[in-house]
Nanobody
Framework: QVQLVESGGGLVQAGGSLRLSCAASGRTFSSYNMGWFRQAPGKEREFVAAISRSGSTYYADSVKGRFTIAGDHAKNTVSLQMNGLKPVDTAVYYC??????????????WGQGTQVIVSS
């Protein structure tokens, strides 16, 4: 079992930055791929970024060059640094863990989500 708790969401103006953090408890996330997903109102949940157990990183085209995912094994956390935020980035952001999935939503474990609102 893995428990995930996100933090760091909030309201920011377009062009600003936010850093999301996901704290994992239970089995260490070195056993899992860790992903960030987001869901805007009326839309399906979509992939944002992921870091594999081996440390490889993956990004959606829409956030490449603006967002950075990183893992801290000592603290059992994974972060998502978001720069150059746009109103279209407004969504609830979810942290997820899975032994296999990378870009798909077929993750076994999910956090409760944290709201990000980007004003124009």
């Amino acid at each position: 079992q893995v428990q995930l708790v996100e933090s760091g969401g909030g309201l920011v103006q377009a062009g600003g930055s936010l850093r999301l953090s996901c704290a994992a408890s239970g089995r260490t996330f070195s056993s899992y791929n860790m992903g960030w997903f987001r869901q805007a109102p009326g839309k399906e949940r979509e992939f944002v970024a992921a870091i594999s157990r081996s440390g490889s990183t993956y990004y959606a085209d829409s956030v490449k060059g603006r967002f950075t995912i990183a893992g801290d094994h000592a603290k059992n956390t994974v972060s998502l640094q978001m720069n150059g935020l746009k109103p279209v980035d407004t969504a609830v952001y979810y942290c997820a863990a899975d032994a296999v999935a990378i870009r798909s939503t077929n993750y076994d474990y999910w956090g409760q989500g944290t709201q990000v609102i980007v004003s124009s």
